[in-house]
């Protein structure tokens, strides 16, 4: 089932006619050095960055839509959550149903469990580290049940054991009707968990498909400029620089 297909889709200077298809069912990893675009991306795919080209959800003009219901629809995990208030965190969680009107305990507490964030439950956010907030942030994203969810590097400031926790639950998350977009700096991650790759430098898509199909060594030194050795083979996959 497709639900979001970008045609050109441009930002002047940053994102050059980016053509995709994101279907039910999958998560896409999106690599690239920095600056490669993959901020812009994800945030024009949410329709929060207005450029060039079209963009349809589910055969639907995106920009045709009311905000409550793309809201719905799509979540967005910017790469640094704020609040200006010292919340608790059950109440930064809650928030995700705004675009509902409710307080769905259910969905709040569902999203809370599947990030880790049930063992922050009564502390202020304010209080938490960079680590523990990204938790928060995504639980709350996540509350709001949406059936595509776009995050742009979740895992960026998380130990060991909650990258993979992260991780398992975006896959976990795109099945179905759902999928996820994430941006990643850790090829191995990507290599491991996503179904598809897009690779980006300087605003342009170099390639798309598989795991397989994507992180070739040549292609991977090019964007890079560093020596790359790729053995998908191994259990967990491995990508390192020599």
């Known amino acids: ?37 993959k901020s812009t991306l994800l945030a024009a795919l949410a329709g ?9 959800w589910q055969g639907r003009a995106l920009a045709d839509m009311p905000r ?3 809201a719905r629809q799509i979540g967005y995990l910017a790469q640094a959550g704020h609040s200006a208030w010292a919340l ?7 928030m995700g149903r705004l675009p509902w009107g409710d307080c769905d305990a259910q969905a709040i507490a569902a999203a809370m469990c599947a990030t880790g964030a049930d063992a922050l439950r009564g502390r202020r956010i304010d209080t938490l580290s960079g680590g523990e907030q990204a938790r928060v942030w995504l639980a709350r994203v996540l509350a709001g ?7 742009d590097e979740p895992v ?19 099945t179905g009707n759902n999928a996820a977009v994430v941006a990643l700096h850790d090829l191995g991650l990507a290599a491991r968990y996503c179904d598809r790759l897009l690779l980006l430098a300087q605003g342009r898509l170099l390639a798309a498909g598989t795991p397989a199909q994507v992180l070739q060594e040549g292609l991977l030194q090019q964007v890079y400029g560093l020596p790359v050795q790729v053995d998908l083979a191994a259990a967990p996959p491995r990508i390192s620089y020599r």
């Open 1 to 37: 089932m497709s639900l979001l297909r970008s045609q050109g889709l441009g930002i002047a200077g940053r994102l050059h006619a980016i053509d995709l298809e994101i279907a039910g069912g999958e998560l896409v990893g999106v690599i690239g050095p920095n600056g490669a675009g």
């Open 48 to 56: 929060l960055q207005r450029g060039s080209g079209a963009l349809h």
């Open 68 to 70: 409550k219901l793309r």
């Open 88 to 94: 608790e965190v059950e109440q930064i969680v809650a």
């Open 145 to 151: 049940q949406p059936q595509l969810l776009l995050a």
């Open 156 to 174: 960026a400031s998380l130990d060991l054991y909650y990258q993979r926790a992260v991780m398992q639950t975006l896959r976990g998350f795109a």
